[in-house]
């Protein structure tokens, strides 16, 4: 399996920041290829403050299948939409999982 990443540092206005993730990104999200499972949600740091406040975790068969779900017309107009109002809040890593 392969986890695109997303690490966000918290805005300045966050329910306005999760008002258009939710309602503006997500539902691209969730259409890209191949796409197995997403997770969001908060992050809380423990013992040392994480620069990080909210997390999203997109699974993926393997890394072919990533790769080809990135070329996807959706998969670019959500990268476009985030970028929108999350450019300079958003550190990405991809992870292959071993199980």
């Known amino acids: 399996m392969v986890q695109l990443i997303a690490l966000y540092r918290r805005p300045d206005d966050e329910d306005a920041f999760l008002r258009r993730y939710r309602e503006e990104h997500l539902p691209l999200a969730r259409q890209m290829p191949g796409l197995q499972r997403i997770e969001v949600g908060p992050l809380e740091g423990l013992g040392d403050e994480t620069p990080y406040w909210y997390m999203a975790t997109l699974s993926f068969p393997d ?6 779900s990135q070329r996807a017309p959706v998969s670019r107009e959500a990268a476009k939409v985030l970028m929108s109002f999350a450019k300079g809040l958003v550190d990405f890593a991809l992870r292959e999982v071993e199980e």
Not at 63 to 68: D, L, T
């Open 63 to 68: 890394r072919a299948v990533f790769e080809e």
